[in-house]
């Protein structure tokens, strides 16, 4: 796959975005003579619909598509991404009165709307898409790097776990630091104990693919980031065994860390002025001899005790001694993102990320950096009062409390618990489309990296967006 935008010195057919109410001036005006055409066609304007107009001798004159009303642009993201499904191959430039907001939204989703993942279809070829020449005023460096970010977060979760265990991922990791000159390197097996990452030993030790701990480097000055993904590559839920129907996804229990280097790659890529820092702890939770076991109590990196009152709770456990290294040596801002409990699927279902923070300032750059990235977030509340929930008298922390209520809540209240120094932000993403939307085949999808790529400079004082 190619994400490259049309040669703009090349000839371009026109592509005449029309809203609902701008119809009738587009047919009295610009689209005139095709007015009877596009009248007979039944065509509406409504958003992504999308006629080829006819020229003379039969040659292609251009294509109209809708743009709908306000409220079906504030219901469907990427609207205009449809149109890549029906235009043939070949130079277009977009033509109406679009903001730069909007234009840079239609860039952006006409490039994913390219997405395929098509490793275990070798035979099968790929259509010519239509290009689109980027639009004035449009970063096109910047829309690029977000989407081929974007294209390494798909692919990892896309991928079967018999293809993508701790090992594998870590070769990932290890591709994107080649790529940009990064550094890298990997606690793997037992030496995680005596590394001191005794929690992502334990959730990992039962499989036969060594679990590990994925520390890449990258930048030499500037303020500095941590960025902390979950990389549980495939989760059973250990002794405390998932249904089928659970296990179904759970190829995507990486996409916390898939995140992280889809991110990674468009800071890299972009050359933001920063250190970027990022921690993967890397395991497969499964049954066997040596399983972790329920009501075990472990000790972690940090030096807090945790009952273990649910094996599948253990995302969690391994992102404490990531969290706890990271703290170890400050960074300015400190992410985490997993893909974590399904109660934050319950509170607001598979298309928002859910994030808590602290800190207002972080929080409202997120906030602007979600609208500026077509990327919609939601702040959570670390709740205080639900601080007693997570201390079950027997250790200093419980994985998984029989509370009933806020489960999201009372895992990020967890993990805050390992976090000292930096301001930080925990994201409990779904990491996965449930059905195709435009520009967002079904499978999986990154949330909340075009967010935090335009909050950092901020955040961070990059100067610039």
Known sequence: MSFTFGDPSAPALPLHVVTSDGLADFLATDGA??????????????????????????????????????????????GLAKAVAVLPPGNWRLSG????????????GWL????????????????????LVCPEGVDPRRLIAMVEGEVVTRDLINTPAQDMGP?????AAQDLAQQFGATITATVGDDLLSAN????????????????????????????????????????????????????????????AATVLGLARMIMALGLPLRLRVLIPAVENVVSGNALKPKDILTSRKGLTIEVNDTDAEGRLVLADALALACEDP????????????????????????????????????????MLGF???????????????????????????????????????FLRRFVEGPRYVHFDIYGHTPSDQPA?????VGQGARALLHALPGVLGLGGR
């Not at 009165?97 to 952006?108: C, I, M, N, S």
């Not at 399904?342 to 509170?347: D, K, N, S």
């Not at 509340?381 to 409390?401: K, Q, S, T, W």
Request: aromatic share 8%; proline share 8%; charged share 20%.
């Open 33 to 78: 003579a095709w007015d009877a055409w596009l009248t007979a066609s039944g065509f509406k304007a409504d958003l992504g619909e999308t006629r080829l107009l006819p020229g003379n001798n039969g040659a292609l004159a251009g294509a109209v598509v809708g743009y709908g009303t306000a409220k079906a642009r504030r219901r469907q993201r990427f």
């Open 97 to 108: 009165a679009l903001t730069e907001p909007e234009a840079t939204e239609a860039a952006v």
């Open 112 to 131: 994913l709307a390219g997405y395929r993942f098509d490793r275990y279809r070798p035979g099968r070829k790929s259509a010519d898409l239509p290009r």
């Open 167 to 171: 090992a594998e991922l870590e070769a």
């Open 197 to 256: 990452f005794p929690m992502v030993h334990a959730v990992g030790r039962a499989s036969p693919r060594a679990p590990r701990l994925i520390d890449l480097t990258w930048g030499q000055s500037g303020p500095r980031l941590t960025l902390v993904g979950k990389g549980v590559c495939f989760d059973t839920g250990g002794l405390n065994l998932k249904p089928s129907t659970g296990m179904n996804l759970m190829k995507k229990d990486m996409g916390g």
């Open 331 to 370: 960074p300015d801002l400190l992410v985490s993102m997993a893909t974590l409990t399904g109660a934050a699927r319950v509170a607001v279902g598979p298309d928002l990320a859910p994030y808590y923070c602290d800190d207002p300032d972080v929080a409202a750059a997120l906030e602007t950096g979600a």
């Open 375 to 413: 990327d919609p977030v939601w702040r959570m509340p670390f709740h205080d009062p639900y601080e007693a929930v997570i201390e079950p008298g027997i250790a200093d922390l419980d994985n998984a409390p029989g509370f009933g209520f806020a489960g999201s809540i009372t895992a990020a209240l």
């Open 440 to 444: 967002r085949p079904k499978g999986g």
